[in-house]
């Protein structure tokens, strides 16, 4: 069963500003995964925070976790068009083994 | 490195024939491969796990004699849908992991299965 929500579902802003997605989740997890789909093709992975993590970064991207209220954030900073894409978070579920559920998805738009 | 592959990219049929998808993982071996359907602008549903050599776990609503999923060698699963219906349209990605990574599961391109 879908797990995670993520906010907003759509979000379209210029190039060079920065694009918040958020991602709330309900069981404890061992960690969280973000990941990158260009329209119809497969997936990417993007990050992965651990439930003992607070902050990762990696390149342009930045993403929290706050396990407390079983939410993270993705933050792309400087976005560029080719930015454009959907962006899914998936949990792996504490004691679920390597099983992923994945969160409705962000649909980024990044505009000249 | 950890590149998967989906075979077909796409493929079309009639109703009532069955369709075989293929995944393999290039350049390691996959300990475990997920398969996932997905529809138009919505998520990814987990299908199935698959385990070289073992059966498949499949998830709850998913039925196991409509979706048939073999797992023969390290680098390979393949997905069966029998008897397809155009209910069954939709896009098919595959997942892999290593024995190094446990963590990270590598996606296939998806395979788009449309049904007549």
Known sequence: ?112 | GAVVSQHPSWVICKSGTSVKIECRSLDFQATTMFWYRQFPKQSLMLMATSNEGSKATYEQGVEKDKFLINHASLTLSTLTVTSAHPEDSSFYICSAIGSVSTDTQYFGPGTRLTVL
């Open chain 1, 1 to 112: 069963s879908q797990q995670g929500e993520e906010d907003p579902q759509a979000l379209s802003i210029q190039e060079g500003e920065n694009a918040t997605m958020n991602c709330s989740y309900k069981t404890s997890i061992n960690n969280l995964q973000w990941y990158r789909q260009n329209s119809g093709r497969g997936l990417v992975h993007l990050i992965l925070i651990r439930s003992n993590e607070r902050e990762k970064h990696s390149g342009r991207l930045r993403v929290t976790l706050d396990t407390s209220k079983k939410s993270s954030s993705l933050l792309i900073t400087a976005s560029r068009a080719a930015d454009t894409a959907s962006y899914f978070c998936a949990t792996a579920r504490l004691r679920g083994g390597n099983k992923l559920t994945f969160g409705t998805g962000t649909q980024l738009k990044v505009e000249l």
